[in-house]
C-alpha cells in the first residue's frame, strides 16, 4: 500500500484522469443504456469521454504548479 499511495503522490494528474474517466463512462453508460447503442457508436462516445476528461484534468492543472 505504502508503494500505491508514493505512486499516486507522484502522479496526481494521471490519478485525477483515471478517475474521473472513470466515472464519465460510468455516466455516459447510464445514460445511454436506454438508447440502445452498440459497437462503434459506443466505442465513440466511450473515447470522447477520455478526451474530454483528459482535458479537463489538463486545464485545471494550468492553475497549480507541478512540484
Known amino acids: 500500500m ?3 499511495g508514493d505512486w499516486v503522490r507522484r502522479h496526481p494528474r494521471l490519478v485525477a484522469w483515471v478517475i474521473l474517466a472513470a466515472v ?3 455516466v455516459v453508460a447510464f445514460d445511454t443504456r436506454a438508447l440502445g447503442l452498440r ?3 459506443m466505442v465513440l462516445l ?3 469521454a477520455l478526451g474530454v476528461s483528459a482535458a479537463a484534468v489538463w486545464i485545471v ?3 497549480r504548479p507541478t512540484q
Do not use: E
Open 2 to 4: 505504502k508503494r500505491l
Open 24 to 26: 464519465l463512462i460510468g
Open 39 to 41: 459497437g462503434l457508436r
Open 46 to 48: 466511450v473515447v470522447a
Open 61 to 63: 492543472s494550468w492553475d
